[in-house]
């Protein structure tokens, strides 16, 4: 039995958010299917709400402040990943996308990523699947095939609700199922290992 | 340990009163801002390389020579110099006759630059960013120190009976460092070397100068150039003095808001806390700059940004008196007093031709001594 570690990155802007409701839902359901395979997990919420003004400094100044550093870090050292925006104008939030802009192309690599988006209606469920898998498809994620969509109408009758809740756990079971066999993260950080000059310079 | 500024060419609008200097005004007071450097006591004038509006030094030999005319002490120097896109030939061939212009005063920093179409512009393609850095200064390595070079790589001509001339002078090639904001394979090269690194620094928190230059000292000494600590590495830095730090405050803050680089982003005050940036007082940017060292270690190299932004030549001046006079006398005594006797100073043509006399004459004597001796500064 070891410990996985799952990042959530969540993009609602409304305090509180039903996105955030969502993402939180994920993430137990994540941590209950793990539990069922006999892992112990951490969960750490990234609120990007919380860290809009510094992600619109990143766009300018081309560096993660701080704060931002703290929450790249914390993707970066997830077993699984949890991503789940708001659908506005037909697609992913700017603020989300704005987030994954900042992180190195590789740094999603290989890394289980379950994702979820929120909407005013039910029409803009396809948004998971031609905004948000694309995107984690060309940061070579690897996306769990459940993605959860909740329009806010999921959030009102038991018929409804009962649904969502069903997609959840299959998605979270999903992530869980990935993340059983597949080794923790490791971080390969390229200043503790850099790659031997002979190589570079015989090797382009 | 050696003090100078560094410059970026860029010609911006004043915002304070929307003036916007001509190139021709940017340029000489470029050179004005060196004269003036020389003047009050640093040591270096480093500018940098670009070939896209609004930047003006896209010929920095020019420039250098130039000034080199007008100055006794200050090294030239470049920050920095693209290795990537420019013909490593004409690298060699421009920095060998600068330093027989300028009686040895030279020295430059490799570097990719920052804007994505130059390499196409120059008939190279960004993807080859590294591959190019590697190869090209591997090349002008051999130009500078083999009289006739046969060679044949990736991205360049073959060449065969070729000789780059003007030789370096006192066949002692240029110190090189190695620019970078943020690629660990820079930091490799370099150490691989026994070459100079320059932390770009001032754009980027603290722990990541500490990241990047704590893996070239450790590569250094992995690859038998001497101890970490005996690594050679420079910082940039920024800062903006007044006698009192509310009125530095007041006076830079339109600059950094409008600033090309960073402006309409971070506020002021956080960028100063997450950054080098220092806006203040003489004593304050004293206390910052000696700060550095906690995490870079004792290094030889501080070179100042002041000149950017669309601040006034005047302004600049300004802080140059303030450097020169309140500023880096103290900087130095500290810093000596700091630094471990075994940690060399940045070597200078005087240090490294003595270096390779003794190498030459003195084949009885052992080679480490000699360079424990001899990596000296001139100061």
């Known amino acids: 039995m070891s410990t996985r570690k799952l990042t959530v990155v969540t993009a609602g802007l409304a305090q509180p958010?039903?996105?955030?409701?969502?993402?939180?839902?994920?993430?137990?359901?994540?941590?209950?299917?793990?539990?069922?395979?006999?892992?112990?997990?951490?969960?750490?919420?990234?609120e990007l709400r919380e860290l809009a003004h510094d992600i619109t400094d990143q766009l300018l100044t081309g560096f993660p402040g701080v704060r931002l550093r703290a929450a790249v870090e914390g993707v970066s050292a997830a077993d699984g990943l949890i991503a789940v925006s708001p659908i506005f104008t037909a697609s992913f939030s700017?603020?989300?996308?704005?987030?994954?802009d900042g992180l190195d192309a590789d740094l999603l690599a290989g890394k289980p990523v379950l994702i979820g988006a929120t909407g005013g209606t039910e029409r803009h469920s396809l948004a998971l699947d031609h905004a948000l898998r694309p995107m984690f498809s060309y940061l070579h994620a690897t996306i769990v095939p459940t993605g959860v969509y909740a329009a806010t109408s999921d959030w009102g009758s038991r018929e409804w609700a009962g649904r969502l809740n069903a997609r959840i756990a299959r998605a979270g079971g999903e992530l869980a199922a990935l993340l059983d066999t597949g080794r923790p993260a490791t971080m390969v950080d390229p200043?503790?290992?850099?790659?031997?000059?002979?190589?570079?310079?015989?090797n382009p | 340990m050696q003090f100078g500024i560094f410059t970026v060419g860029d010609v911006t609008t004043d915002p304070t009163n929307g003036r916007t200097p001509?190139?021709?005004?940017?340029?000489?007071?470029?050179?004005?801002?060196a004269l003036k450097a020389e003047e009050v006591g640093l040591d270096v004038f480093a500018t940098g390389e670009h070939h896209n509006p609004p930047f003006v030094p896209s010929s920095p030999t020019t420039m250098l020579g130039y000034i080199a005319a007008q100055t006794e002490r200050l090294i030239l120097s470049t920050s920095t110099t693209l290795i990537t896109t420019n013909d490593p030939v004409k690298i060699a061939e421009d920095f060998a006759m600068l330093q027989h212009l300028a009686d040895g005063r030279v020295d430059l920093m490799m570097g990719r630059g920052n804007t994505g179409p130059v390499y196409p512009w120059f008939g190279q393609a960004i993807r080859n960013g590294i591959p190019l850095t590697i190869e090209n200064y591997d090349l002008l390595r051999r130009l500078w120190r083999e009289d006739v070079v046969d060679w044949e790589g990736e991205h360049r001509a073959p060449l065969q009976g070729f000789t780059s001339t003007p030789r370096p002078l006192d066949a002692v090639p240029p110190f090189v460092w190695h620019g970078s904001i943020r690629s660990p394979e820079i930091a490799e090269q370099a150490a691989y070397y026994g070459d100079g690194f320059f932390a770009n620094h001032i754009f980027w928190p603290a722990s990541h100068t500490r990241q990047l230059v704590g893996l070239y000292r450790r590569r250094f000494e992995h690859y038998g150039h001497g101890t970490a600590d005996q690594a050679i590495v420079g910082l940039g830095g920024q800062v903006f003095m007044r006698a009192s730090s509310q009125d530095a405050v007041r006076e830079f803050r339109p600059y950094f808001n409008n600033a090309p680089v960073y402006g309409h982003g971070p506020s002021l005050e956080d960028f100063s806390t997450q950054t080098p940036l220092t806006v203040g007082s003489p004593q304050q940017v004293i206390e910052r700059t000696l700060g550095f060292r906690e995490y870079a270690g004792d290094f030889q190299r501080q070179l100042f940004l002041v000149d950017h932004a669309g601040l006034p030549l005047k302004t600049v001046l300004e802080q140059l008196d303030i450097l020169g006079e309140q500023v880096v006398p103290v900087?130095?005594?500290?810093?000596?007093?700091?630094?471990?006797?075994?940690?060399?100073?940045?070597?200078?043509?005087?240090?490294?031709?003595?270096?390779?006399?003794?190498?030459?004459?003195?084949?009885?004597?052992?080679?480490?001594?000699?360079?424990?001796?001899?990596?000296?500064?001139?100061?």
């Open chain 1, 17 to 46: 958010s039903s996105t955030r409701l969502l993402a939180d839902r994920l993430a137990t359901a994540t941590v209950d299917a793990l539990t069922q395979r006999g892992h112990q997990s951490t969960v750490e919420v990234v």
């Open chain 1, 94 to 100: 700017g603020l989300f996308k704005s987030f994954f």
């Open chain 1, 191 to 202: 200043f503790d290992e850099p790659t031997p000059f002979e190589e570079l310079l015989h």
């Open chain 2, 22 to 33: 001509t190139e021709a005004e940017r340029i000489k007071s470029m050179v004005t801002t």
């Open chain 2, 331 to 379: 900087l130095r005594k500290e810093f000596a007093a700091l630094r471990p006797a075994h940690v060399p100073e940045a070597p200078t043509h005087a240090s490294l031709r003595a270096a390779a006399e003794v190498a030459a004459g003195g084949a009885d004597d052992s080679v480490s001594a000699a360079d424990d001796d001899l990596v000296a500064s001139t100061r």
